[in-house]
C-alpha cells in the first residue's frame, strides 16, 4: 500500500492531527472545567493562556509554510510538524480547563468559545492542506491560515474578569434590541404596506395582498409594543450601568449574580426579535402575547443597590403600562 500511495502514507500523520484536533475542539465544547482548589490568580492564568494561544498560532504558521510549495514534506518531516501542533493544542485545552466555574460562567462560555473557535479553524486549515493537491498553495490553504490566526488574536480582547464578560453580553444585547426597534419604527414610516417592495404590482390587488397592511387596530398595538421595547432597552443600558458602577468579584455570589442578569439579558433580545416579528402583517396576536408575557420577569430581575430603586420601579412602571395596554388591545381585537 505504502507503494501504491506513498503521499497518503507520508500524511496520514497530519490526517491523524486533524482528527485529533476535532476531539480537542469537541471536548472543549462540552466539558465541565477542574476546579480549584485554594486561590486562583486570573492574571497569571491569562498570561499562560495568551502563550498558549500564541503557541498554537506560531505552529499553525509553520505547518502552512511547509505545505505552501512542491514538494511534499517527508513523513518523517510531517511526524515532526504534527507532534509539535499536537503539543500547543494539549498545552491550549489544558489551560482553558483551569478556568474554574467559580470565576464566572460568562467569562467561562466566553473563553470556550474562542478556545474552539481556534480548534475549528486549525481543523479547517489541517482539511485544506490534506485536500489540496501536490502540496501546491491553495486559496482556501491562505483563507483557513488567515482564520487561525484571527482567532488567536481575538483572545487580546476578550474580558479578563466577569465583570468585563457580563458588560461585554449586555452590550451586545443593548445593540441587537436597539435595531430591532429602528428596524420596526422603520417599516411604519416607510409605508403602509411594508412588503411593497417584494411583491409584484400585479399581485397587488385589495384582496389578495390584505395580509401585508397594518390595520388601525395593528397600528394601536404596535404603538404598545414598541413602548415595551423601548422599556426593554432602557433596562438593558441602566443594567449596563449599574454593572459597571456597583458590581463586584469578591464573593462567589456576587460572581453568580452577575451571571443571573447576564442570562436574564441574553432572554431579552431574542424576545424583542420574536415580538417584532409577530407585529408585521398579518400581526399574530397568540404570538404577541406570548412574547410579552415573558418580559415581566426579566424586568424585575435586576440586581440593583438602593439608589437604582427608582428607576427600576421606573421601568417596571413604564412596562407594566405597556403591557395592560396590549393585554386590552388584545382582548378587545380577538385572536
Known amino acids: 500500500m505504502s507503494a501504491d500511495n506513498p503521499r497518503s502514507d507520508a500524511l496520514l500523520p497530519v490526517r491523524n492531527l486533524w482528527n485529533s484536533v476535532k476531539c480537542s475542539r469537541d ?9 480549584s482548589s485554594g486561590a486562583f490568580s486570573l492574571s497569571n492564568f491569562w498570561e499562560i493562556m495568551n502563550e498558549a494561544v500564541n503557541s498554537v498560532s506560531q505552529e499553525a504558521t509553520k505547518l502552512s509554510v511547509m505545505f505552501s510549495k512542491p514538494p511534499l514534506p517527508s513523513e518523517e518531516g510531517c511526524v515532526k510538524i504534527a507532534q509539535s501542533v499536537q503539543k500547543s493544542v494539549l498545552t491550549l485545552t489544558t489551560v482553558y480547563f483551569w478556568l474554574p466555574k467559580s470565576q464566572g460562567v460568562t467569562l467561562r462560555k466566553l473563553l470556550r468559545d474562542a478556545t474552539a473557535q481556534v480548534l475549528d479553524d486549525l481543523a479547517q486549515l489541517l482539511q485544506a492542506l490534506l485536500s489540496s493537491p501536490g502540496g501546491s498553495l491553495s486559496q482556501e490553504q491562505l483563507m483557513s491560515t ?30 441587537l434590541v436597539k435595531d430591532a426597534l429602528e428596524e420596526m419604527e422603520q417599516a411604519l414610516a416607510e409605508a403602509q404596506d411594508p412588503f411593497g417592495d417584494v411583491l409584484d404590482d400585479e399581485d397587488d390587488d385589495d384582496e389578495g395582498n390584505q395580509d401585508t397592511h397594518w390595520s388601525e387596530a395593528d397600528r394601536l398595538l404596535i404603538a404598545q409594543c414598541q413602548g415595551l421595547m423601548k422599556a426593554s432597552g432602557a433596562s438593558l443600558r441602566r443594567l449596563c450601568s449599574a454593572v459597571r458602577n456597583n458590581s463586584t468579584l469578591e464573593t462567589e455570589d456576587n460572581i453568580t449574580q452577575l451571571d443571573d442578569l447576564a442570562d436574564a439579558a441574553r432572554e431579552i433580545s431574542p424576545s424583542v426579535d420574536d415580538l417584532a416579528l409577530s407585529l408585521y402583517p398579518p400581526v399574530e396576536r397568540s404570538a404577541v402575547e406570548m412574547s ?22 421606573f421601568l417596571n412602571s413604564a412596562a407594566e403600562h405597556n403591557l395592560e395596554k396590549i393585554r386590552s388591545l388584545l382582548l378587545h381585537c380577538g385572536s
Open 146 to 175: 488567515g482564520g487561525v490566526w484571527a482567532a488567536c488574536d481575538r483572545f487580546n480582547q476578550l474580558p479578563k474578569d466577569n465583570r468585563s464578560a457580563v458588560l461585554s453580553v449586555v452590550a451586545s444585547c443593548v445593540g
Open 27 to 35: 471536548r472543549v465544547r462540552d466539558g465541565e472545567p477542574n476546579e
Open 292 to 313: 410579552v408575557s415573558l418580559y415581566r420577569s426579566l424586568l424585575s430581575s435586576h440586581v440593583c443597590v438602593e439608589a437604582d430603586v427608582s428607576w427600576v420601579e
